[in-house]
């Protein structure tokens, strides 16, 4: 295997053969759980990946946990007791984090549409909704009316720029996403009559980004365009998101993103924040860099034929559960996420082999012809990088299968 050549089972440990997360090799944790397929997150690697982030982080710029990449209340709990804080997508979101000991003055809510039910649920508790339209801002008035509370409100920013090489635009041309940004210096006059507490800005221009030039550079565009705003702001911002978008490797050729270089870049960028934006705390928000890695997809082969002479593992998990590991969460291409032989780790004979599961579609592929040790009927296949946006982003109903477990370790 070439040199270049990324592997993301390197962090992880092998005894005997046999995967080890956490310490505990993959067969006890199996059985622990009682049934496949499961999802097994490591606490480990995600305490080591904030730790690297740590390095790279000046002080006082914080950083957030966005839930929606892994929203399992543990993994929550943890994620927020190793973080500055989290930022929710829905009123489920929130209720997990108020329940994780989230603390309202460091929860963000952002998100199109939300219903003035959840916008209720965010006002009670105290969080900032980072709005994403003039008409959820009146209706957010509204309900802070009925409530006698102050809203707590930031403007989420449609930037008039785009992060570039990444995996999913959020911001820049027509979105759903956010305030067009030439529309927010009227907004901004217009708040300063209304009975809130002005908190800032959020601007969010994508994910999945492996390139830190690209990273470094739609944070400068976002700084330099909120210190625009803020000039028309009802009062000087206490917070600025800037976003996030780190992303991780799946297939082959990608590589890790290189954080050295964000370094420098972010003490610049705090030192230009602290002269033009002062008393407004940066925030940067991440998902799929914190939990992504730390997380890996068990499933059981139960039956192997050949086809016209392709091998077929046809195993209890399928896009079901992991819908982006079968390449239809958002992939133009279909690509392999990187897989093994949880228990056949060194040992034996390879093959050329398709992963399938139980599903009646051709959809239902987690791996097209992977190399593979050569497995039976009981072996454990492992999909790597999949502690995000896996269980919670599948179609969990289709087929009517059960549920995946799912184990924080
Ligand atoms: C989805 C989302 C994120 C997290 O994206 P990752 O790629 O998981 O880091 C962060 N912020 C907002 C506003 C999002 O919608």
Same mark, same amino acid.
């Given at each position: ?88 997508? %829905?009123?489920? +979101? /929130?209720?997990? !984090?108020?329940? @994780? *000991? ?5 929860? &963000? ?5 939300? %219903?003035?039910? +959840? /916008?209720?649920? !965010?006002?009670? @508790? *105290? ?5 994403? &339209? ?276």
């Amino acid at each position: 295997m070439a040199s270049d050549h990324y592997d993301p089972g390197q962090h992880f440990e092998t005894q005997e053969d046999c995967l080890v997360v956490g310490g505990r090799s993959l067969k006890d944790i199996a059985a622990e759980v009682g049934r496949t397929p499961f999802y097994c997150y490591s606490s480990d690697l995600m305490h080591k990946r904030v730790a690297e982030l740590r390095k790279v982080l000046p002080e006082g710029l914080h950083l957030h946990y966005a839930m929606k990449a892994n929203p399992m209340p543990a993994v929550v709990s943890l994620l927020n007791s190793l973080v500055d804080g989290l930022d929710v997508a %829905s009123g489920g +979101e /929130l209720s997990v !984090a108020l329940a @994780a *000991g989230g603390d309202p003055e460091h929860i &963000s809510f952002a998100g199109p549409g939300k %219903s003035n039910d +959840e /916008l209720t649920a !965010a006002v009670s @508790a *105290g969080v900032t909704v980072n709005v994403e &339209s003039e008409g959820e801002l009146r209706r957010l008035m509204e309900v802070g009316g009925t409530l006698g509370a102050k809203p707590r409100v930031a403007i989420r920013v449609n930037p008039d720029f785009e992060l570039k090489s990444s995996g999913m635009k959020m911001g820049g041309g027509p979105k759903q996403f956010g305030i067009d940004a030439e529309q927010v210096p009227a907004l901004l006059r217009r708040m300063a009559s209304l009975d809130l507490e002005f908190r800032g800005f959020h601007v969010f221009c994508g994910s999945q980004n492996l390139r830190s030039e690209a990273i470094i550079e739609a944070q400068t565009k976002t700084l330099e365009l909120v210190e625009r705003l803020a000039a028309d702001a009802p009062s000087p911002p206490s917070t600025v998101n800037i976003g996030g978008g780190f992303g991780i490797p799946y297939f082959p050729g990608e590589h890790p993103l290189d954080l050295a270089p964000l370094k420098p870049h972010l003490v610049q960028l705090m030192q230009t924040a602290q002269e033009k934006l002062p008393g407004a705390t940066l925030i940067t928000e991440l998902g799929r860099f914190l939990v992504g890695e730390a997380g890996i997809y068990v499933c059981r082969v139960i039956d192997r034929k050949v086809s016209r002479g392709q091998v077929f593992l046809i195993t209890d998990g399928g896009l079901h559960h992991h819908l982006a590991a079968s390449g239809n969460f958002g992939q133009i291409l279909r690509k392999n996420y990187p897989a093994v032989v949880g228990n056949k780790m060194r040992q034996g004979p390879r093959e050329s082999a398709s992963v399938v599961g139980p599903l009646c579609t051709p959809l239902d592929l987690l791996g097209d012809r992977v190399e593979l040790a050569c497995a039976e009927e009981g072996d454990l296949i492992v999909l790597f990088q999949s502690g995000a946006y896996g269980l919670t982003a599948s179609p969990i109903n289709f087929l009517s299968h059960p549920p995946p477990g799912e184990v924080l370790v």
